[in-house]
C-alpha cells in the first residue's frame, strides 16, 4: 500500500523505474504537481537522472492508476479533480468500508479498536495537522485489514490516494469538519466494541457521506489551491 507519509527521493538502492514512479507519484499525491499540469519527460529526467525509458515506464503505471493521463503529440497530464471523480470514488467507499465492517469487523481484536479508539479521542484542535490525517486514514486501513482480501485492499489503495488529493486540493482545514469526523468515528469504534457491527456499519455509511458533502462544498467553494490538509474524513 502506498504510503503518503513517506515523502523524498526514493532509495537510489531501488531501480530507476521504481524510484521514478514513488517520486511523480508522491509529487501528484500532494498536489506538488497539480490537477491538469503538463508533466514534461525532459525534466522529469533530469531531476530523477533517469533514462526516458524509466520515466516513460513510471508515467504508463500511473496512467493505469486514474493519476496521469498520456495524449499522444499532445504530452502528459496530471488527471484533474471533478465532481464526477468525487462521486465515484465515495461511490466505491460507501460499497466497501461499511461491507467490510458489517462482514469482517469481528476478526479485529477489542485491544486494537481501544488503542485506535484512545488516539482519536486524544485529538484535539491543537494536534499537528498531519498527525490528526494519519489517525483518521489509521482507522479506515485497519478496518479495510479486516477482510484480508488482497484485491479490495488493492481497488481501496487507488481510492484512498485519490481521496488524500481531495483533502489537499480543497484549501485549509475545516475546523468544524475535524470536530464532526472525530465524533463520527468515535461513534463507528464504539458501536465495533458493543459488537453492533451492523450498527457501527450504518455510522460508516453515515460518515462517508457527511464527507462527501464536505469535499463537494469544498470544491464548490473554489478552495482549489493545496495550502494544507483539509480534514473532510
Known sequence: VYNIY????????????????????????????????????AELMKSLNASRTHIREALNKLEQEHLVRIMPKRGVFVCDLTMSDVNQVFEVRELIEPYIIERYGHTLSKQALQRQCAKIKSQSGDADEREQYKNDDDLHKMLLSASGNSYMA???????????????????????????????????CNHMLDGDFAKASQAMRAHLQNSKHATIDAMISGNTVPVGLSYIG
Do not use: W
Request: hydrophobic share 35%; proline share 3%.
Open 6 to 41: 513517506e515523502r523524498g527521493v526514493p532509495d537510489l538502492g531501488i531501480n530507476l523505474k521504481d524510484k521514478a514512479y514513488s517520486y511523480i507519484k508522491e509529487k501528484i499525491v500532494n498536489c506538488e504537481y497539480m490537477p491538469g499540469q503538463v508533466l514534461v519527460e
Open 154 to 188: 488493492s481497488i481501496m489503495d487507488t481510492i484512498y490516494t485519490q481521496n488524500h488529493r481531495f483533502r489537499i486540493i480543497s484549501g485549509s482545514i475545516l475546523e468544524s469538519r475535524l470536530a464532526e469526523t472525530q465524533r463520527e468515528h468515535l461513534a463507528i
